[in-house]
């Protein structure tokens, strides 16, 4: 158990558009969903928190405007990169939150791959 | 802030060896510590978690411990085949109000036929 889920997997776009990534935990509900954020070399850097129904905390340094989160339901959270740009060219992975033990344990998915041209 | 940091950033091994690879964390207030692969251009496999209150998670060939008294974990890897070449992430989750995840910085092993 503990499934999540991304698509698309890879997306290769013109500076310029928008991309949306989904995220979806297929066995579980998720109250809280996570996204990150892993540049080249780099470690996976925490982008924003969202919880179902509600608006996303968003980490010091992250746009709100330009990476726009919706979590629309408890097994759907959606990540669009508004008009991106070379520079936004990175590795997205998501994480939905299960309650084990009493407390939540993050799932996470198996990433998406954007390329900005 | 939590920081984690994982050594040595590359290792290079060849086929048979056994290796240990190293994490360890500044704050040990965690709730659990999960062991990550990457592939290449790939998405995150997790491996083993360990919860705060154990001390060890084995799942065949890998073993994962926890010290966290001393901020440390391992994770190690028994007869390494050139199949286990990635990198490997630890990452741990505090135990405080607000669930946060720290990634360390990585390990890219090669394991060479």
């Known amino acids: 158990g503990a499934v999540v889920s991304q698509h698309p997997s890879w997306v290769i776009c013109k500076s310029g558009t928008s991309v949306k990534i989904e995220c979806r935990s297929l066995?579980?509900?998720?109250?809280?969903m996570f996204w990150y954020r892993q540049f080249p070399k780099q470690s996976l850097m925490l982008m924003a928190t969202?919880?179902?129904?509600?608006?996303?905390?968003?980490e010091q340094g992250v746009e709100k405007d330009k990476f726009l989160i919706n979590h629309a339901s408890l097994t759907l959270s959606t990540l669009t990169v508004t008009s991106a740009h070379p520079e936004d060219s990175s590795f997205y992975i998501c994480?939905?939150?299960?309650?084990?033990?009493?407390?939540?344990?993050?799932?996470f998915g198996p990433g998406t791959r954007l390329l900005v041209l | 802030k939590q920081e984690v940091t994982q050594i040595p950033a590359a290792l290079s091994v060849p086929e048979g060896e056994n290796l240990v690879l190293n994490c360890s964390f500044t704050?040990?207030?965690?709730?659990?510590l999960q062991w990550f692969r990457q592939d290449p251009g790939k998405g995150l496999t997790s491996l083993l978690l360990?919860?705060?209150?154990?001390r060890e998670q084995t799942s065949g060939r890998l073993n994962a411990s926890l010290d966290k008294s001393s901020g440390r974990s391992t994770l190690y890897i028994a007869a390494s085949q050139p199949g286990d070449s990635a990198t490997y992430l630890c990452?741990?989750?505090?135990?405080?109000?607000?669930?946060?995840?720290?990634f360390g910085t990585g390990t890219k092993l090669q394991v060479i036929p």
């Open positions: 990452a741990d989750t505090n135990s405080g109000g607000y669930q946060k995840v720290t």
């Open positions: 360990i919860q705060s209150s154990q």
């Open positions: 969202s919880n179902e129904g509600s608006k996303a905390t968003y």
């Open positions: 704050d040990s207030a965690i709730y659990n």
């Open positions: 066995d579980f509900q998720a109250t809280t």
């Open positions: 994480s939905a939150g299960r309650r084990d033990h009493r407390r939540e344990t993050q799932y």
